[in-house]
């Protein structure tokens, strides 16, 4: 036997809003840029005991799709974030790298560059993933900052 299932439709009338539209995406646009500065500085603990300085931008969006950019161009960054698969560098033996695969910290370390040559090929930098670090673990918080806003939107455009 099939189920059964009843509908019940209320047509709106032409001037009824579901939401606010311009209060939602203050809101939104509110919450990307507490949610860049919180990414943000994810990203610059990756970089703490660093001798080099990473600078870290960061781009927001409300536009058709909400979204939160955080980004740097430094290459160094790149190789230790994304991976290498040759390392050109020998490390002394004390070596200790300051970042490990699945942390968002940096740590003291220990060691230093020996020698550099394109003629060496050591196995490469294992990635360390920070942007997938870094949205993972702020996924949760931004979902719900932008559940927040269109609740407070709703009940912004139902009162109009």
């Known amino acids: 036997m099939a189920q059964q299932i009843a509908l019940v439709a209320k047509q709106l009338g032409r001037k009824a809003q579901l939401l606010d539209e311009r209060a939602f995406r203050q809101e939104v646009a509110r919450h990307n840029q507490k949610m860049a500065r919180r990414m943000k500085r994810s990203f610059a603990r990756t970089t703490r005991t660093w001798a080099r ?16 950019m ?25 070596y200790d790298p300051k970042t490990k695969p699945g942390a968002l910290d940096s740590f003291p370390g220990a060691g230093r560059v020996v020698f550099v040559s394109r003629s060496l090929a050591l196995p490469g930098i294992e990635a360390r993933e920070f942007p997938q670090l870094v949205e993972k673990r702020h996924r ?4 719900q900052g932008v559940e927040q806003a269109i609740r407070r939107a709703v009940k912004k455009g139902q009162g109009s």
Do not use: I, K, N
């Open 53 to 68: 300085r990473v600078t870290f931008h960061q781009v927001t969006e409300v536009g058709p799709e909400p979204a939160v």
């Open 140 to 143: 949760r918080a931004y979902r």
């Open 70 to 94: 955080v980004y740097t161009t430094d290459a160094v960054y790149g190789y230790v974030s994304g991976g290498t698969s040759v390392r050109r560098a020998l490390m002394s033996p004390d």
